[in-house]
């Protein structure tokens, strides 16, 4: 499923960076037609070459999504049939019990007590919002 979203996402990118190029591709060669009345050569030049970029961008785009549809998942990898996983070596119960015991340790090796032992300390700075008087 995951596959199914990554590859909509270069689809969209490559069908607006083609969108773009095409635009941009058909706005310089309109300028250039105008000849002297038209915005200049360095804007169609410039136009131009963001219309480069964004064709480039929107093939990288259509690439990366034939390379992406045409390599096998992790999924295919590891199961041997559609609907069948592998055993894996992770397990959720053993990682919880170590979690508790070290919870465990840790709070029985600290002194539960309810006064600090170390005095608070107080800030040198200003402090916003209401006084308290003790």
């Known amino acids: 499923m ?3 979203f990554q590859n ?4 969209f990118r490559a069908f607006i960076g083609l969108g ?3 635009t941009w591709a058909y706005a310089a060669s309109m300028w250039y037609d105008m000849g002297e009345f038209g915005p200049g050569m360095p804007t169609i030049i410039g136009t131009g070459a963001l219309a480069l970029l964004a064709g480039v961008g929107g093939l990288i785009s259509l690439l ?3 390379f992406s549809a045409s390599a096998p998942s992790a999924k295919s990898r590891n199961a041997s049939s559609w609907g069948e996983d592998q055993p894996s070596d992770f397990d959720a ?3 919880i019990a170590r979690h ?3 919870r465990q340790a ?3 090796a600290s ?3 309810d006064t600090p032992s170390e005095p608070q300390q107080t800030r040198s700075g200003p402090v916003f919002g209401r006084k308290v008087v003790p």
């Open 2 to 4: 995951l596959k199914l």
């Open 8 to 11: 909509m996402g270069h689809m």
């Open 20 to 22: 773009l190029a095409a």
């Open 64 to 66: 990366r999504m034939s």
């Open 93 to 95: 119960d053993a990682v």
């Open 100 to 102: 508790l015991a070290k």
């Open 106 to 108: 840790s709070e029985a």
């Open 111 to 113: 002194p539960a007590s």
